[in-house]
Nanobody
Framework: VQLQASGGGLVQTGGSRRLSCSASGRAFINYTVAWFRQAPGEGREFVSAVKYGIGTTYYGELVKGRFTISRDNNKKTVYLQMNNLQPEDTAVYYC???????????????????WGSGTQVTVSS
């Protein structure tokens, strides 16, 4: 599966932004799709994931209550709605996918074998 992340940009503190991760290929419904982010000089951090099939959602502690992940299997797209953005949310956001990923590994980047190119989100203070 190939992934394309989009929707990044410049937003003011407290603002909102929606990212999209569009996929090509077959059987999109069989993939857990996640968002990770990487700030300058930092490692990659788990943000959120939506499970294959039934679409159970998972969130990192820093974004819980502010971000919402969803998927549209017909459009082969996963969305990340980001509200109440803060300067510390500034990062390159990557989407990633893995087929039939076990629940124990949803936040572990090493288990995702397909990655998009990333989209920059900058939150101004």
């Amino acid at each position: 599966v190939q992934l394309q992340a989009s929707g990044g940009g410049l937003v003011q503190t407290g603002g909102s932004r929606r990212l999209s991760c569009s996929a090509s290929g077959r059987a999109f419904i069989n993939y857990t799709v996640a968002w990770f982010r990487q700030a300058p000089g930092e490692g990659r951090e788990f943000v959120s994931a939506v499970k294959y099939g039934i679409g159970t959602t998972y969130y990192g502690e820093l974004v819980k209550g502010r971000f919402t992940i969803s998927r549209d299997n017909n459009k082969k797209t996963v969305y990340l709605q980001m509200n109440n953005l803060q300067p510390e949310d500034t990062a390159v956001y990557y989407c990633a996918a893995a087929s039939f990923l076990h629940d124990d590994y949803y936040n572990s980047e090493q288990y995702y074998n397909f990655w998009g190119s990333g989209t920059q989100v900058t939150v101004s203070s």
